[in-house]
């Protein structure tokens, strides 16, 4: 028993190795920044009433997760996020009328700053997906957020591999 207890970690160990050694990550194992920013303001130019919150909310937990959301008189750099356009598109695709699919489009501006106030890096960043539509208004709902979400996430991700101070 002890011999085939050994054998199988041994086999564990050299998978973990070859997995490491090509550069393949674990799901939710993010590389972590190496700063830190506060999110200083959030705009929304957008034609959709009140995305703010939501936008702030995602952004906290997308840096906080990398370790780069730091407190406000400690943090290296300062955010400001500008949602510039959030779009919808939908389709009915079928003969009923009951389900079809819709899609997000996002427009975010990221203007990092230093402490002293200069301005260190501006970009702006794209996302679209693509989400269901069914006959049930509250999963059409969740859908719809999950999608914006989706989508704030991802520009923010493209921002997270582009600034590298």
Same mark, same amino acid.
């Given at each position: 028993?002890?011999?085939?207890?050994?054998?199988?970690?041994?086999?564990?160990?050299?998978?973990?190795?070859?997995?490491?050694?090509?550069? !393949?990550?674990?799901?939710?194992? *993010?590389?972590?920044?190496?700063?830190?920013?506060?999110?200083?303001?959030? !705009?929304?130019?957008?034609?959709?009433?009140?995305?703010?919150?939501?936008?702030?909310?995602?952004?906290?937990?997308?840096?906080?997760?990398?370790?780069?959301?730091?407190?406000?008189?400690?943090?290296?750099?300062?955010?400001?996020?500008?949602?510039?356009?959030?779009? /919808?598109?939908?389709?009915?695709? =079928?003969?009923?009328?009951?389900?079809?699919?819709?899609?997000?489009?996002? *427009?975010? *501006?990221?203007?990092?700053?230093?402490? =002293?106030?200069? *301005?260190?890096?501006?970009?702006?960043?794209?996302?679209?997906?693509?989400?269901?539509?069914?006959?049930?208004?509250?999963?059409?709902?969740?859908?719809?957020?999950?999608?914006?979400? !989706?989508?704030?996430?991802?520009?923010?991700?493209?921002?997270?591999?582009? /600034?590298?101070?």
């Amino acid at each position: 028993m002890l011999k085939s207890l050994k054998g199988g970690v041994s086999a564990l160990i050299l998978i973990l190795v070859m997995i490491s050694g090509c550069g !393949y990550k674990m799901a939710g194992m *993010e590389e972590r920044a190496n700063y830190t920013l506060t999110i200083a303001s959030v !705009y929304n130019q957008s034609s959709e009433p009140d995305m703010e919150r939501e936008i702030g909310d995602v952004a906290v937990n997308f840096f906080s997760a990398r370790g780069a959301l730091g407190d406000n008189g400690k943090s290296r750099y300062i955010a400001d996020l500008r949602l510039k356009d959030l779009s /919808f598109e939908s389709r009915i695709v =079928t003969r009923t009328g009951q389900t079809g699919t819709s899609s997000v489009s996002c *427009e975010l *501006e990221v203007t990092i700053h230093d402490r =002293t106030g200069k *301005e260190v890096f501006t970009g702006t960043f794209n996302s679209r997906t693509v989400y269901d539509l069914t006959s049930d208004l509250g999963k059409n709902k969740r859908n719809r957020t999950d999608a914006v979400n !989706y989508v704030i996430r991802q520009s923010l991700t493209d921002f997270y591999h582009d /600034f590298r101070p």
